[in-house]
């Protein structure tokens, strides 16, 4: 390996840290507080985004699903061929979108609007279409990606992952989730073995 290919690597890592301990500085709690009390009551949660901001939807979704709460991740190209069938009033829709005008989500805010969907938009432009239409706007704040061209999504996608897992927590607690919850749905694996022990 090239010294400079460790060095850039070994850049990556603090800049990811850097993007998550930043969290904790531009959290607002107020919105945070408000995401999380629909997640804890609503019933179902939809999380729906686009390439790597999707597929960290999707790990929040089945971590929903891992503490009993009805979640599911619906492709924004399923949801413009009839997926959004499955969003009903009262339903909280997750959307993830740095730009906030990700054009495949745009259709998706209005139905949900329409379906008088709760909307919780995780986001870096407050001025976008999302977040004036989503009615809790949960901030994100990159200051760079960890790639030496700044496109790849590195430090956005840790970032996000991370806000989500603070989310989880939190409704844990607001729901009370107990551990044997989780070792009666979880038999498979080392966790499974472990947790079901006789």
């Given at each position: ?6 060095t850039?690597a ?17 959290l ?8 999380v ?6 019933a ?7 390439g ?5 939807a ?5 971590s ?11 492709s ?12 009903k009033?009262g339903?909280?829709?997750?959307m993830v979108s740095r730009?906030?005008?990700?054009a495949?989500?745009?259709p ?5 609007n329409?379906k ?10 407050l001025?976008s279409p ?15 990606e960890?790639?030496?061209y ?7 996608f840790?970032?996000t ?7 989880l927590v939190?409704?844990m ?10 070792s ?7 966790v ?7």
């Amino acid at each position: 390996m090239k010294e400079k290919s460790l060095t850039l690597a070994r850049e990556s890592l603090k800049t990811e840290a850097r993007a998550i301990s930043d969290i904790e500085d531009y959290l607002d709690e107020k919105s945070f507080e408000k995401a999380v009390d629909v997640l804890s009551t609503c019933a179902k949660t939809i999380t729906c985004a686009s390439g790597s901001s999707g597929i960290a939807a999707k790990k929040f979704a089945h971590s929903l699903c891992c503490i009993e709460r009805n979640a599911q991740f619906l492709s924004p190209a399923e949801a413009l061929h009839g997926g959004m069938g499955c969003i009903k009033k009262g339903d909280a829709v997750v959307m993830v979108s740095r730009g906030g005008k990700t054009a495949e989500l745009l259709p998706i805010v209005d139905v949900c609007n329409k379906k008088e969907a709760i909307l919780i938009a995780v986001t870096e432009n407050l001025n976008s279409p999302l977040a004036e239409k989503a009615q809790v706007v949960v901030p994100l704040k990159i200051e760079k990606e960890s790639d030496k061209y700044n496109v790849m999504a590195t430090a956005s996608f840790i970032a996000t992952v991370a806000v989500f897992d603070a989310m989880l927590v939190a409704i844990m607690e607001e729901t009370g989730y107990q551990l044997e919850q989780f070792s009666l749905i979880h038999p498979g694996g080392a966790v499974g073995n472990r947790l079901n022990q006789p």
